[in-house]
């Protein structure tokens, strides 16, 4: 069921000075969710749908907690490629790896980082893609500076005139490189996805702009809208 089916019955509402204030229900499933005892079924809409968490993950035998961290930190490390042994503070998915994997250096930047031997023999094939300003591959700019050597922020909360890239700005990734943003929004009563501006890190070539633009046209037609590019 969705989280609005549920009665709000807290004794003590939950405070914060965010978005979160008195969300009593909402935060209630989500710690619920930390601790394995429900889980996000579906969607109806952009709403989420809960159940109990055996009825939606796979039945497999429960691991001891210290297997548990081995391994979330071995899936971990693998979906990031390289990552800090401690790394900074989030409140939804964190980044560390702990000892997963093998110690590495990186040349021009100080302190340890772990990788996943494996993944180094992998071949690699690169394309085109816009990220979300979520992606794993963005989310610890500390980490998207030091590697990717790639500035970023995600500006919705900033007055508009304080904005360098866009309310909404999507880093694109072009291969093995993070080489702009683009500040696109979806006017539905228009019926359009409107880019407002494609910030160029590097310049783009022709093949990188063909790309841009072929992902751009691919995600207004999931979306439903035209596309419409500046100028």
């Given at each position: 069921m969705p989280s609005r089916a549920l009665p709000d019955t807290c004794a003590v509402p939950w405070r914060s000075s965010g978005w979160t204030n008195n969300r009593?229900?909402?935060?209630?499933?989500?710690?619920?969710?930390?601790?394995?005892?429900?889980?996000?079924?579906?969607?109806?809409?952009?709403?989420?749908?809960?159940?109990?968490?055996?009825?939606?993950?796979?039945?497999?035998?429960?691991?001891?907690?210290?297997?548990?961290?081995?391994?979330?930190?071995?899936?971990?490390?693998?979906?990031?490629?390289?990552?800090?042994?401690?790394?900074?503070?989030?409140?939804?998915?964190?980044?560390?790896?702990?000892?997963?994997?093998e110690p590495a250096l990186v040349e021009g930047v100080a302190g340890e980082w772990r990788v996943d031997p494996a993944l180094l023999d992998r071949p690699f094939s690169g394309r085109a893609a816009l990220l979300s300003p979520f992606d794993r591959l963005v989310h610890d700019r500390e980490r998207l500076a030091q590697i990717f050597e790639f500035d970023y922020q995600l500006e919705m909360y900033k007055p508009e005139a304080k904005r360098r890239w866009g309310y909404f700005a999507l880093p694109v990734l072009y291969g093995d490189r993070l080489v702009g943003k683009v500040d696109a929004r979806a006017e539905r009563k228009a019926g359009e996805l409107r880019v407002r501006a494609i910030h160029q890190d590097e310049p783009l070539t022709p093949e990188v702009a063909d790309g841009v633009r072929e992902e751009l046209a691919d995600l207004a037609r999931w979306l439903e809208l035209e596309l419409r590019l500046p100028g």
């Open positions: 009593n229900v909402t935060r209630l499933l989500d710690c619920m969710e930390a601790r394995g005892e429900v889980a996000v079924a579906g969607r109806l809409g952009k709403e989420r749908v809960w159940d109990l968490a055996h009825r939606v993950h796979a039945d497999v035998p429960v691991l001891p907690p210290l297997e548990a961290r081995r391994a979330r930190n071995a899936l971990r490390l693998g979906a990031l490629g390289i990552a800090r042994p401690k790394g900074p503070f989030s409140g939804v998915e964190a980044s560390d790896v702990q000892d997963a994997g």
